[in-house]
């Protein structure tokens, strides 16, 4: 069993004073907990990474941006460089997420390039993938998580710098997940499909994202080849998000 890793993927949410409140909430629990059996990672706006890293110092618990760009600096207005998420403490990047595919036009190639960018920056890259309801209906989800994978998945990718976060686009913010063997099956099918790209695929992190609450953590996080959550609303409650990293273990 691979370590879990429960991240928290706050979107266009919080100002200052909620951010730093919930980072420090977070980081106290994480603290105190006797030798933690998970990784926590908080992915806060762009705005607040440096102040969340402020509040979460000596903590252990790890931090992340939601998004980077291909190039390392240059004439690229509103857009953040791998590079400047390390300069501010960051581990991690989130790349390709649903909402980035499907608001910016971000295509697989596009992905592909910002992983890349994270890895040549020294950050694990948080890459999203995911079917849409209707490619789900159509019976087609494990091929589009294939394309995916194949598309997003950067050459230089490894079980050290890569996680992949399998979020069915109709389940984030939906309050609908999928049946536990449906994660499984998709899951299986990752890690099968990794082993194109890596040579361990079974050491690398495949998380779910997509309606994780407290309530449903446990049973998810115990389905096979799930390493950890991606989790967007629940993870704006500390209560609400420490109740899932418990569930996880
Ligand atoms: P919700 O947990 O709000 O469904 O969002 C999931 C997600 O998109 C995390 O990246």
């Not at 600096?73 to 460089?81: F, L, Q, V, Y």
């Not at 996680?163 to 536990?180: F, Q």
């Not at 997509?210 to 967007?232: I, T």
Request: aromatic share 4%.
């Amino acid at each position: 069993m691979l370590r879990k890793l429960i991240a928290g993927n706050w979107k266009m949410n919080g100002l200052k004073a909620d951010g730093v409140a919930l980072a420090r909430d977070l980081g106290i629990r994480y603290a105190e907990q006797e030798d933690p059996a998970f990784d926590m990672l908080l992915c806060p706006p762009a705005t607040l990474i440096s102040t969340v890293g402020e509040a979460i110092a000596g903590s252990g618990l790890l931090l992340g941006g939601q998004d980077c760009h291909a190039a390392a600096s240059g004439a690229h207005t509103g857009d953040t460089a791998a590079e400047m998420l390390a300069d501010l403490g960051c581990t991690h990047v989130i790349v390709g997420h649903s909402e980035r595919r499907t608001n910016h036009g971000e295509i697989d190639l596009a992905v592909a390039e910002k992983a890349n960018a994270a890895h040549r920056a020294g950050l694990v890259s948080i890459i999203c993938i995911g079917e849409t309801e209707s490619e789900r209906d159509a019976g087609d989800a494990l091929t589009v998580c294939s394309r995916q994978i194949a598309g997003s998945v950067p050459a230089g990718a490894t079980s050290d710098n890569m996680v992949i976060a399998y979020e069915p686009v109709w389940a984030i913010g939906t309050g609908r997940t999928p049946t536990n063997a449906d994660v499984a099956e998709v899951h299986a099918h990752i890690r099968a499909e990794l082993s194109r790209k890596v040579s361990d695929p079974d050491n690398v992190r495949i998380l779910y994202g997509g309606s994780v609450k407290g309530s449903n953590a446990g049973e998810l996080m115990a389905v096979p080849n799930v390493d950890g959550a991606l989790v967007g609303g629940a993870s704006l409650k500390a209560d609400e998000f420490w109740t899932i990293a418990q569930a996880s273990v």
